[in-house]
């Protein structure tokens, strides 16, 4: 891929357009297209084998695009200085195990960039942002996997990057140590860092990220504003006897998805609706009142990302 000359948006932190990589006889990133914004936590959802880990490996420079462009923080991707303005934690990393906790921070510091008085000085508050201060001089070959992830996100962390990637930088950790990680995201976007995150874990997803684009294929197939959604987005169900086949038909003028039907106790069956907005809600009660049926029950909801994520992309390939 011949390596463009000009410079990307200002304002985003990260621009692809028809990126693609192929191994061999296998694509595995078909049509990359997607934009990032500076200081937003970035959302990359998509099954097993849709070429997400791929595709951060390109946008690091670490893998070379087959075609298509792109440019993260306004330079093209593999721009060394640019490198060390990013952080990255991999899903699968390996740390010098003889090495303490102190002494790998300070190694990966000097490796961002920073001189060794600074990365020896930025260590100790990176362990305290990940909860390993009392195991700062602890030999690595001594950790649990999830004092091992909170570690590498330290090192993601510890030169103060613009940009962040995390590829499942969960495993191994307890609830509190993903609401940690919630936390630390969190910090990061509010020092104008932006955050690129890679989770199979969708409530994790759901809660911190500001947008997200759906892979599938090697190809983004939508992206998302979730604070739009959290917002707009609802999905209500309806408790209630006497349901004709017809009735339910008819609510298609307000729901944004067929709705779905089915037996939930002994007194009512279960009917739930996705819709656009809370107004149309009362619209709908009205309908299947009139139509004779017995209402029990109203609960509206959000339309969960598991939700959306079933609609969007489906069963897991297996790959």
Known sequence: MAQPTRSGSPDLAIETRGLRKRFGERLAV??????????????????????????????????????????VLGEPIGDVATRRRMGFLPE???????????????????????????????????????????????????????MLQRLGLAQALIHEPELIFLDEPT?????MGRRMVRDVIRTQR???????????????IEVTCDRVAFIK??????SRDLRETRATNRRVTVHARNVTAD????????????PTFGAADGVAEELSVDVASDDLVPAIIRHLVASGADVYRVSPAPTSLEDLFMALVGEDSGL
């Open 171 to 175: 495993p191994g950790l307890d609830p």
């Open 190 to 204: 509010e020092r104008g860092a932006t955050v690129f995150l890679n989770s199979h874990l969708l409530s994790e």
């Open 247 to 258: 009735a339910v038909s008819q609510l298609s003028q307000w729901t944004t998805r067929p």
């Open 30 to 71: 078909r049509d990359l297209s997607l934009t990032v914004r500076r200081g937003e936590i970035f959302g990359f959802l998509g099954t097993n084998g849709a070429g997400k880990s791929t595709s951060i490996k390109m946008l690091l420079g670490l893998v070379h695009p087959t075609g298509g462009e792109a440019f």
């Open 217 to 222: 294929e090697g190809e983004v197939v939508a």
């Open 92 to 146: 699968d990393f390996r740390f010098y195990d003889w090495l303490s906790a102190t002494e790998l921070l300070e190694l990966h510091g000097r490796l961002a960039g920073l001189d060794t008085g600074e990365a020896r000085a930025r260590a100790p508050g990176a362990l305290e942002t990940v909860g390993l201060t009392p195991h700062a001089h602890r030999r690595l070959r001594g950790f649990s996997k999830g």
